[in-house]
T-cell receptor
Framework: AQKVTQAQTEISVVEKEDVTLDCVYETRDTTYYLFWYKQPPSGELVFLIR??????QNEISGRYSWNFQKSTSSFNFTITASQVVDSAVYFC??????????????FGKGTKLTVNP | AAGVIQSPRHLIKEKRETATLKCYPIPRHDTVYWYQQGPGQDPQFLIS???????DKGSIPDRFSAQQFSDYHSELNMSSLELGDSALYFCASRGDNEQYFGPGTRLTVT
């Protein structure tokens, strides 16, 4: 069975600090997809990234970066120089299958990030 | 670009009433997923449809039913509402090998 664990329930940082959100997953499939979503207080789910199981290359997008390590089943998310607008709940999610991540998503419990000015 | 549309955005119902949530996928998307997110919880998969047929089922109560219509829009019908059904309900549609989420319907049962 697939499972996603986000051990950090809440994190509070001061603006401009770097922060890393942890995500550990479990799956028996060799083909799977990992995602990160941001949920601001308004409630919508904002897609951040999708990564397939065959691509372990780390990715950087502006202040965001992701570290995917199959050896430890982790897909961690780092925000550099955090800003107040980064305050939100962040979800890591997993989908199994080989249809390009189009199967149902299993979410972690989420990490609530608060960035204080 | 067109996005997933959900209606209504907010809904208030009383216990034991029924509710119908609607989802309009992105044009040419053939798969729809429904998720339920309770207060302070993560989204939980309810059910999905591909080409108007149910393709997968999660933890959806028997009081709930859903279908996908010929124009690919989907409706989630909820009967005998309970206080615990109060949640944010997301619809997502599949395209380009990726799920695109709608803004959600916030259902409050009083």
């Amino acid at each position: 069975a697939q499972k996603v664990t986000q051990a950090q329930t809440e994190i509070s940082v001061v603006e401009k600090e770097d922060v890393t959100l942890d995500c550990v997953y479990e799956t028996r499939d060799t083909t799977y997809y990992l995602f990160w979503y941001k949920q601001p207080p308004s409630g919508e789910l904002v897609f951040l990234i999708r990564r397939n199981s065959f691509d372990e290359q780390n990715e950087i997008s502006g202040r965001y970066s992701w570290n995917f390590q199959k050896s430890t089943s982790s897909f961690n998310f780092t925000i550099t120089a955090s800003q107040v607008v980064d305050s939100a709940v962040y979800f890591c999610a997993l989908s199994e299958g080989d249809q390009g991540g189009s199967e149902k998503l299993v979410f972690g419990k989420g990490t609530k990030l608060t960035v204080n000015p | 670009a067109a996005g997933v549309i959900q209606s209504p955005r907010h809904l208030i119902k009383e216990k034991r009433e029924t509710a119908t949530l609607k989802c309009y996928p992105i044009p040419r998307h053939d798969t729809v997923y429904w998720y339920q997110q309770g207060p302070g919880q993560d989204p939980q998969f309810l059910i999905s449809f591909y080409e108007k047929m149910q393709s997968d089922k999660g933890s959806i109560p028997d009081r709930f039913s859903a279908q996908q219509f010929s124009d690919y829009h989907s409706e989630l019908n909820m009967s005998s509402l309970e206080l615990g059904d109060s949640a944010l309900y997301f619809c997502a549609s599949r395209g380009d090998n990726e799920q695109y989420f709608g803004p959600g319907t916030r259902l409050t049962v009083t």
